[in-house]
């Protein structure tokens, strides 16, 4: 089944328990945090206290995303309860198989990212560790990019060196997914999706979370 997890970035945060009330009404499966550091992206978004309130209000499990060279240090602050996954940038840190390891500890699923530029083949030493690999098809940092198509063929190959591997990761897609490419990510073997401003900068975001659900569950 087509998950879709909702990312509240491009949510307006001065809404953003009606932002949250989109996605549950909406059938979204998680909510997608995006957390920055302004060092390794260029921006800053929210941390600890923001998603640690979120997480004792929402229904929701939270899909964590961290963006941040010091990862290993926010994941016990963010493995709230409620909490699904939290993921960290292969880029940003240095010890990977340690650091899923210790997100693993507080009995959540660990992910790692990969930046547009990075091959899927620098993490096959970490499979035994990851329960999902997050596909970047924008550059991290904000929401309303473009989705870069090189990323589909990246999906191609984690699907494939999954079935060679015997892993069972699952493959999540983030950035610039929207009901015009939906169809073709899942298509391509993603397992989730990861949707912000295709449904917070619209004027129907619950018509447009429907939308985006109904063509998922139509994908392949
Ligand atoms: C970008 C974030 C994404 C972003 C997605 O760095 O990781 O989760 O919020 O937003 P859209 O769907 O607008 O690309
Ligand atoms: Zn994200």
Redesign the pocket.
Known sequence: MPKITV?L??ADFFCLERSVAIAEEGGADFL?M?VMDGVF?PNISFGVPVVSSLSKKTKLPLDT?I?AVAADRQVESLAAPGTDCITVHQEAVRHLERTLSFIRSFGIKSGVALNPATRPESIEYVLDSVDRVLV?S?N??????RFIPSALEKIRRLAALRDQTGSSFEISV????DAQNVREVFDAGADIV?????IYSVKDPLAALLKIREIANAST
């Open positions: 990312s970035l491009a997608h995006d992206v995303h963006m970047m924008v991290p940092g904000y929401s309303g990019q983030d950035g610039g997914v990861v949707v912000g401003s295709a």
